[in-house]
């Protein structure tokens, strides 16, 4: 399982005298046991994975229809028996699920009757960023899953488990101030129930980008995770100050869209490849990118994904639709056929040879689509290569007021000329495809969203 890394991981043993072969603990053993099957089924052909997805959906369905008052009726009328068989045809039949279901469904989508074994329940708010906040539970069983996944990541590419781990995010509380920030002895719990590790070390991401390179120039990590904007304002910081990291070995990036801008950015700036992570806060880890290419592997063991088209029919490869997903072992809050929020584009078989399906890349979210006066809507390629050209220019953020106009909220180092003005709008409209009026406004900064998130562009507008 682990003989793709250079220097495989030993596992904790609970034995002093008996270090190697490790003799792991009671949940490490049962993580390590979870983690073999996994290293068998990423390799197994689309249909053998489709086959044990639907037995598992069919034990949750089940489970769902006796024990959860929001599934009785619905399953029920989507004409699902429980306990019986779930196939293709039945499985399009149920409906979707949306944020609004969730919202007016309340505790009436929490099982009355948990399974013996879940573990503990807990509460599990999303941060909002659709401007639908919902409350889900999540128990032991999904955050082990969860923590899985995590650790399919580091082996997957090929981390060293040893080395120091620096996380700049959105911290609990005023947790991981600068100038200290704050530090664990291990990587967290999904490596530490397992595997013996470094140290890591976080900062808050409300440290400004100044100070954060400054944390970690004297930091000195091996690997970096923070969020995509983030990532950008640093190593565009560390360009213009001619600021190195030599012993930085790879970023990786979670929870906002990444684009091939950042992963060529992180390139030149520091010599280091991106890793990108696909998650949702309900639902966990659903895709991690492939440790030989760009794309991402949806984390099949543990979710059912669609990407549908408009009409609700399944989307091509090469196509964009919305990203469906059904948690496979959330007995406490079933989200079943579970619309996130957000949009996917399908990708045919990977190259190298995992049967686990692909999504070549995250569009965005639904309110990241832009709405045409005649009603349509269209995804704003946006091009930061060009928006660079306007010398003045540090941060945007392209935002829909109205059906019929933009604003552009800006933060520079001076005053623009009417003359960069007028050419950044041109860019802007060139890149969009339509003549759209676009007001400018200028400030000191912009500010992220719930969750530390920052959007390049976002619409307020509810289409027709």
Known sequence: MLSKLAEPPIPHSFRADILWPALPRPDGARRLAL??????????????????????????????ARTVPFYKDRLLAAG??????????????????????????????YSKALPPGHGRVQKIATSGSTGKPIVVQGTGMTQLFWDLFTLRDHIWHRRDLSAKLAVIRSLPGDAGQYPKGTSLRHWGRPVAAVYPSGPC?????????????????????????????????????????????PWLREVRTLSEVVTPRLRQICREVWGVSLSDIYSAQEVGYIALQCPEAEHYHVQAEGH???VLDQGGEPCGPGEVGRVVVTDLHNFAS?????????????????????????????AGRARNMLTLPTGGQVWPRLSEARYHEIEPLRQYQLVQTSLEKLEMRLVVTRPMTREEEDRLRGIVLERIGYPFPITFSYHDEIPRGPGGKYEDFKSEVTPK
Request: proline share 7%; aromatic share 6%; net charge negative.
């Open 201 to 245: 070390v976080a900062l808050s991401v409300t440290a400004t980008i100044e100070q954060q390179a400054e944390w970690l120039l004297r930091e000195r990590p091996d690997y970096l995770l923070t969020l995509p904007s983030n990532l950008m304002a640093l190593a565009r910081h560390c360009q213009d100050q001619g600021i190195a990291f």
């Open 80 to 109: 699902i028996e429980p306990g019986a068989p779930i196939t293709e045809e039945t499985w399009a039949g149920i409906p979707l699920l949306t944020r609004e279901d969730i919202q007016d469904a309340g505790e009436a989508l």
């Open 334 to 362: 079933p989200l079943i056929r579970y619309v996130v929020g957000d949009y996917a584009e399908l990708g045919g078989p990977c190259a190298c040879g995992r049967g686990l399906p692909v999504l070549k890349r995250i």
């Open 35 to 64: 983690l073999q099957q996994l290293e068998a089924s990423q390799w197994w052909p689309p249909e053998t994975l489709r086959t044990q997805q639907f037995r598992q959906v069919t034990a949750l369905l089940g489970h769902a």
């Open 304 to 306: 059912l994904v669609e």
